[in-house]
């Protein structure tokens, strides 16, 4: 199951780069989603377990439970197996992707503008205003 049952779309940010979680989380916050953030699939898999999501954000390379683990631990799960995931990576072999069972990829570095429409592509628009969310984004020209 996922996708929360008010406007607001909920999306998952799994990322160990405090750095570029903090990017992401402030850029879809102030585009009207409401963003909660891991820094591994350990704590990933807590977050999914207490709340539904529309969207996973997930990093492939990462401690304790990378994404190769968390991929195939939320496929293979009733309630999250259809939640759609936006893989990122910063190895080019596009190739080896096409085997994770992933809706989409987007390679580091990449423009937070790229990363925005990839998601609107994915679950359409947020459901929440810039002005309620209380956040400005990092300059959406920046490369994460």
Do not use: N
């Not at 996708?3 to 607001?8: E, F, N, Q, Y």
């Not at 977050?47 to 492939?60: E, G, K, Q, S, T």
């Not at 968390?70 to 293979?76: A, S, V």
């Amino acid at each position: 199951m996922h996708g929360s049952d008010d406007a607001v779309k909920r999306v998952l940010i799994v990322e160990d780069d405090d750095r570029l979680r903090e990017a992401l989380q402030e850029l879809l916050t102030a585009s009207g989603y409401e963003t909660i953030s891991a820094e591994d699939g350990i704590e990933a898999l807590d977050w999914l377990a207490r709340l539904p999501m529309d969207l996973i954000i997930v990093d492939l390379l990462m401690p304790r439970m990378g994404g190769h683990q968390l991929i195939k631990r939320i496929r293979e799960s009733v309630e999250w197996a259809t939640t759609p995931i936006l893989l990122l990576s910063g190895y080019a072999d596009v190739a080896s992707y096409r085997r994770l069972p992933v809706d989409s990829v987007l390679l580091k570095p990449f423009r937070l503008p790229d990363l925005l429409e990839k998601v609107q592509e994915m679950i359409g628009s947020g459901g929440g205003s810039a002005d309620d969310a209380g956040a400005s984004p990092a300059s959406p020209d920046d490369a994460l």
